[in-house]
T-cell receptor, first 114, second 113 residues
Framework: DTAVSQTPKYLVTQMGNDKSIKCEQNLGHDTMYWYKQDSKKFLKIMFSYNNKELIINETVPNRFSPKSPDKAHLNLHINSLELGDSAVYFC?????????????FGEGSWLTVV | AQSVAQPEDQVNVAEGNPLTVKCTYSVSGNPYLFWYVQYPNRGLQFLLKYITGDNLVKGSYGFEAEFNKSQTSFHLKKPSALVSDSALYFCAVRDTNDYKLSFGAGTTVTVRA
């Protein structure tokens, strides 16, 4: 069973479109994250939810909006896609926020904006 | 503020030789340190972490890391590298009172047969 699963794995879309990436974890964790990995492989936190409460909201464009319907799900919606949004988006989860809690990552969603 | 540095973009070793991937960190409180590995077109896999206690931490796939507080380092090591260890390795740090896990820029390891 996949612990952190995200769909779609690959997404090619045109500029200006709106798209969503869905994430689900079956680890029973209470904290979920979205990370962005750019073309140079640099990883940056975007958002984090703990028990459906937004606890990390980094400086990202308002076009990006996370939604957590429950502890096991965290979706990412992107409006008016731009070329610079092309990246790999990783969903992740952990039990507890902060401290020595280990974050477990999904396989990533490769977004290409053309 | 917290940050982590991986001074080497690439590390090349021969199979069977020791492998070391360097990491230094900066935190205002106490650090929680992690190592992850990423294979091509895959997600990050957790290798090991340091929370407290013994400075030598053992992890998955024969990897270990040594926490050195005076040098603010957490280098990843493997006594005998395998070709299958070729991947991108990330060091990460979280400060005591922070929720965020900050990653280094990554080090590409190539193990030649």
């Amino acid at each position: 069973d996949t612990a952190v699963s995200q769909t779609p794995k690959y997404l090619v879309t045109q500029m200006g479109n709106d798209k969503s990436i869905k994430c689900e974890q079956n680890l029973g964790h209470d904290t979920m994250y979205w990370y962005k990995q750019d073309s140079k492989k640099f990883l940056k936190i975007m958002f984090s939810y703990n028990n459906k409460e937004l606890i990390i909201n980094e400086t990202v464009p308002n076009r990006f909006s996370p939604k957590s319907p429950d502890k096991a799900h965290l979706n990412l919606h992107i409006n008016s896609l731009e070329l610079g949004d092309s990246a790999v988006y990783f969903c992740a989860s952990s039990q507890g926020r902060g401290g020595g809690n280990t974050i477990y990552f999904g396989e990533g969603s490769w977004l290409t904006v053309v | 503020a917290q940050s982590v540095a991986q001074p080497e973009d690439q590390v090349n070793v021969a199979e069977g030789n020791p492998l070391t991937v360097k990491c230094t960190y900066s935190v205002s409180g106490n650090p929680y340190l992690f190592w992850y590995v990423q294979y091509p077109n895959r997600g990050l896999q957790f290798l090991l972490k340091y929370i407290t206690g013994d400075n030598l931490v053992k992890g998955s796939y024969g990897f270990e890391a040594e926490f050195n507080k005076s040098q603010t380092s957490f280098h990843l090591k493997k006594p005998s590298a395998l070709v299958s260890d070729s991947a991108l390795y990330f060091c990460a740090v979280r400060d005591t009172n922070d929720y965020k896990l900050s990653f280094g820029a990554g080090t590409t390891v190539t193990v030649r047969a």
